[in-house]
């Protein structure tokens, strides 16, 4: 028997070919016939994190009072103030002022003698006018007046001035309440400060002062006067007893502290028998540049 010829080689790899690429159009076409198929749903239960309880902290019980700390310190008094005339806190009380009155005094002044009369009006309606004047001889010195309102803190000015043939060459002005001031001399304006009484002029203090002492007569006492100058000053005016005891006259005898090197100083003597009204009042020495009244008599 004749063996066959074996097929040629290239006829081989043809069909080595046709069945290869016969093999790739079945698997693209079960490919796309899977893809079309729906996917089934996967259902999945959703993983259950554990929970871990977490405690809240309870609210804090209230704070007992605590005792005060015990200082191992020894107890000491308070230091005792200075024992001063009241000035016109509300516990004030209720300053006295005396009634209508001409005060006839004797005047000395740089070395000559004159005469000075000090004329207080009060009036019904709660105002006042208070004027010096002074005379050596035949001349004439300036006045000095004083106007504003009376009530149960003394003396509250309006305007203070210093007059030459009755018309007004300086003067001072207070606002309503006498925590402001103006001043025709200066062109400052000046504010109390804060817990300060009610300023006075360079003529209602001596009234303001005797009110004060009256009020609280204290042997060895201390009464402070804030005192406006027609210069633009403002100054808090000290005034000490120079003796525990009325002197032999029965005078009351009070000393201002001295405000500076060049202060010509100021001191006066208040009668209690007649509500402590200056008797006698004398600034820097007489016999210079200073001057010196002494009560002859009154006109009330």
Known sequence: MRALPFPPRAALLALAASLLVHALLLGGERAREDAAKPARAMNVAPQQLPTVPVALPEPAPPALPQPAARSTRPATRPPTPAIDAPSTAPDTPLLRLAGPAAWHYRLRQGGQDGE???????????????????RIGERALPALESLGRTGSTGLAPERF??????????AVNFNADGRRLSFSASPAQLDLPEGAPGAQDRLSWWLQLAALVQASPVP??????WVAGLRGELREWTFEAVDAEPDDAGTVHLRRQPLGPYDPGIELW?????????VRLRQGDPETRGYEITLAHVNS
């Open 220 to 225: 060895g006492g201390r009464w402070r006067v």
């Open 116 to 134: 000075a009369l000090l004329d207080w009006q009060p009036q019904a309606d709660g105002r006042y006018s208070l004027r010096l004047t002074r």
């Open 270 to 278: 208040l009668d209690p028998s007649r509500g402590y009204w200056p």
């Open 161 to 170: 001035a210093l007059q030459r043939g009755g018309q007004d060459r300086q």
